[in-house]
């Protein structure tokens, strides 16, 4: 991601407040009903002096199979002064079923037949950029949040519908993709809000694998795609600069890219102790 997307802010608080939660047993046996409704409250002080609040509700209710979220945040910049600059309200509800096991896929009984499943296909790729391969650009940068990559900004052949930048994150000396990011300054909406987002449909179908929730209060998805490789899904509320952003990557590379970023300071501090030798000898002579 661009630098300014790192955080700068010099005072940052965050609570959060389990405000209740209420089970209650269905009459009928293996369903039961769950609402858990949760808060949390955020709050930035920025470069220029203003002070940026959040306050988010959220609410996850199940009904036998049917699970329903609703997520309100409320937005407020304040100046030094604490004025009010300017206020938002924005609301993200979805629904969706699980079925009787949950979010795993159920296991076959002892008599079925178990059929040879083919390999999925292309899941060591993410945006037309395969993990493991070399990237070919000239435009890398540091980026302090990921200290052991350096990223690019490319444009894949089939763009995403609302996204606007895409970056690459490779190790720092053989340039292998390790890290791919697709990034919307605007939530991207799914168009209806009761049926499963369009974005996580779309990631089960293309690495066939289950979305899985992380957190109760903001729409937040894992996919497990195989192979030591992942993918995160933030809908809304992504960063600062960016409320969706999803993010693939291999954990195998990560280590290729420290220990790479690991013979590149092993090689600069034997230089730099060879330039100090010479340095000294030349001084030496000298005097």
């Not at 661009?2 to 700068?8: A, F, G, N, S, V």
Request: net charge neutral; charged share 25%; with cysteine.
């Amino acid at each position: 991601m661009q630098d300014k997307t790192r955080k700068t802010g010099i005072a940052v608080c965050s609570l959060v407040a389990l405000t209740a939660i209420a089970f209650a047993a269905a009459t009928n046996a293996g369903k039961k009903d769950v609402s858990q409704k949760s808060s949390e409250a955020s709050v930035v002080t920025n470069d220029n002096g203003t002070v940026s609040r959040t306050f988010t509700e959220c609410t996850v209710s199940t009904n036998g199979s049917l699970v329903s979220e609703h997520r309100r945040e409320t937005r407020t910049t304040l100046d030094a002064d604490g004025n009010m600059l300017e206020s938002s309200t924005s609301e993200y509800t979805q629904s969706y079923t699980v079925g009787d096991m949950g979010l795993t896929a159920p296991k076959p009984s002892i008599n079925a037949k178990v059929e040879k499943v083919a390999p999925i296909a292309n899941a060591d790729s993410f945006m037309g950029l395969k993990f493991g391969e070399e990237f070919k650009g000239t435009n890398f940068v540091a980026d302090a949040d990921e200290p052991t990559l350096v990223r690019a900004k490319f444009t894949p052949k089939k763009t995403l519908g609302g996204f606007n930048d895409y970056y690459v994150y490779v190790t720092p000396k053989t340039h292998k993709v390790v890290k791919v990011y697709a990034c919307a300054k605007e939530a991207v909406e799914p168009g209806t809000s009761w049926r499963r987002h369009y974005l996580i449909e779309a990631l089960e179908k293309r690495y066939q694998t289950w979305a899985r929730p992380r957190s109760p209060f903001r729409p937040i998805y894992s996919f497990d795609i195989g192979g030591g490789r992942y993918i995160t899904t933030v809908l809304a509320g992504a960063t600062r600069d960016y409320e969706t952003i999803i993010v693939a990557w291999d954990d195998a590379l990560l280590t290729t890219a420290a220990d790479e970023t690991e013979e590149i300071r092993a090689e600069a501090r034997k230089a730099a102790a060879e330039k100090r030798n010479l340095r000294v000898s030349d001084a030496a002579d000298a005097f």
